[in-house]
């Protein structure tokens, strides 16, 4: 247990990054519950198309199904049969309707029962266990959230973000496929969410980014579902223009770092949107998404967003030491600094709460 007071409080033991028993836990008890992001406009820009996905491939492998009605409107279902189970669409796929190719019953897009051959003298037939389950699913700025069974709303989940940078110019971002990266890390999902969530490295292992930001001016704002470190920069890098009304304005801003609960990260720049998915692949192993939407490409790859790739590696060198050294039977937990790890503290006393419920 994790102690509410952070002065006397102690790390996660080693097993929890380690154990089998407790990643199942994870998966079912943080993950399953959780929102997640599926994609963006770009991913789903066809109307009248099943396009099938598999949320977080490698950890749930749930098979789902969004559709793109003539209107816009987005519908995410089941993709598997209420028959037997079958999976009933493998690719993108042009139709106004799902229709198993197993044993021929049909769905709406919204997952509502058509039809089934050979079910007449079924009785009590078609029930509600005959729909495909709608899975939740908002869209923000521009990008799909779905969760299975969500133990909070989205609104709550964002209002980190949306009560401190409403100016942000989302309708403006572009996606930039040629700068999105995929990394494979060999450490476990959780210790790459610790380390994002503390600035206490950065003179230590990031030497160009400690000289763009301002170590000692760093700040940590908790919120129910989130945090934000806030970036300053020195003296002559570049900032944000801020509104006047913005609880920062004043302040030589260079970075917002947000993190999500559990594992999404929005690093908001100057230049655009940095967006870091943490994607489990079991107890030992994650892959890091990094998708990048840019606003103003002039500005693109200077000030504390510039040359992300270093930064990353540096990062996935110190994880992975981390997630070995877990494995010395001489190590069991450490403790917290009150003033520089606030927002680890807040991520594993929210690990902890869902765990426990």
Request: charged share 25%; proline share 5%; glycine share 6%.
């Amino acid at each position: 247990m994790i102690d509410k007071d952070i002065t006397l409080a102690s790390t996660p033991s080693r097993d929890f990054y380690l154990s089998e028993n407790q990643y199942a836990a994870i998966k079912e008890n943080i993950f399953a519950k959780s929102w997640q992001i599926i994609g963006d406009e770009n991913d789903f820009s066809d109307h009248g198309y099943l396009y099938p996905l598999e949320y977080m491939k490698g950890c749930l492998d749930e098979p789902l199904l969004m559709s793109i009605d003539a209107k816009g409107e987005a519908i995410l279902v089941s993709n598997v049969c209420t028959h037997r189970g079958f999976i009933l669409i493998k690719e993108k796929t042009k139709s106004a309707m799902i229709r198993c190719r197993y044993h021929g019953r049909c769905f709406h897009p919204d997952g509502k029962f058509l039809s089934m051959p050979e079910f007449e003298d079924a009785q009590n037939f078609p029930t509600r266990m005959d729909d495909l389950s709608k899975v939740h699913l908002q869209k923000f700025g521009g990008i799909y959230f779905a969760s299975l069974f969500p133990k909070m709303d989205l609104p709550q989940l964002l209002s980190g973000i949306t009560n401190r940078i409403p100016w942000f110019p989302w309708e403006k971002l572009k996606l930039k496929k040629d700068l999105s990266i995929d990394y494979t890390i060999n450490a476990n999902w959780a210790l790459y969410c610790d380390n994002y969530l503390e600035g206490f490295h950065i003179p230590f292992v990031h030497k160009s980014l400690n000289k763009v930001i301002d170590y000692g001016s760093y700040e940590t704002h908790l919120f129910d579902y989130s945090n934000l470190q806030l970036g300053i920069a020195k003296e002559g890098e570049l900032i944000f223009d801020l509104p006047q009304d913005s609880p920062d304005f004043g302040k030589k801003v260079a970075a917002y770092y947000y993190w999500v609960f559990p594992n999404m990260m929005f690093n908001f720049y100057p230049w655009g949107l940095s967006l870091n998915i943490i994607r489990p692949q079991g107890k030992d192993k994650t892959i890091v998404s990094f998708i990048t939407y840019v606003f103003d490409e002039n500005k693109y790859n200077t000030g504390a967003g510039s040359d992300l790739n270093t930064v990353e590696m540096e990062d996935e060198e110190v994880v992975e030491s981390v997630h070995k050294g877990l494995h010395s039977r001489l190590y069991f937990r450490g403790r917290y600094s009150p003033k520089m790890e606030k927002g680890v503290y807040h991520f594993h006393s929210l690990l902890q709460k869902f765990l426990n419920t």
